[in-house]
């Protein structure tokens, strides 16, 4: 997990490997939004791609894929990566999660980059510690390493 800043023009540095990482896979678009007004993502814009298509095609529950492509969409945008590594995050998604000029932790979920404002990254925080050694303990007996 990395900590770093969004800063006073709302852009956010991303660490060298993951640039590293995002140019080894063609990647200098990307789609900055959160599904949930809680948790920023950063789609590289193939990954977000796939994404729009399996929503506009979810048919188990459709109308909360209508929802989580609603939130998307209304704090989303576009972002390129500048000559510094920085991404400009949308006014909006910094307004609604509480990231305008203030530190941010990212860490990588599957093909996204996940943001957590310090409010978001303390709640977390708190849950996974009531896991416990009990949750650990679970996972180790069902096969993690």
């Not at 993951?18 to 193939?46: K, M, N």
């Not at 500048?82 to 203030?102: H, I, V, Y």
């Amino acid at each position: 997990m990395y900590a770093t800043r969004v800063d006073d023009k709302g852009r956010v540095k991303l660490p060298v490997d993951f640039q590293q990482y995002f140019a080894q896979l063609g990647e200098s678009r990307f789609f900055v939004t959160s599904l949930d007004r809680r948790i920023a993502q950063i789609y590289p814009i193939s990954v977000w791609r796939e994404n729009v298509k399996f929503l506009a095609s979810f048919r188990k529950n459709p109308a909360l894929a209508r929802k989580v492509s609603f939130n998307a969409n209304d704090l989303g945008g576009l972002a390129e990566l500048d000559s510094q590594g920085r991404l400009l995050f949308p006014a909006e998604l910094r307004r609604e999660l509480g990231m305008e000029n203030s530190a941010v932790r990212l860490y990588v979920v599957d093909e996204r980059v996940e943001v957590l404002s310090d409010r978001a990254y303390e709640e977390d925080k708190q849950l996974a510690k009531e896991a416990g050694p009990e949750a650990v303990n679970d996972l180790l007996k069902e096969g993690l390493k």
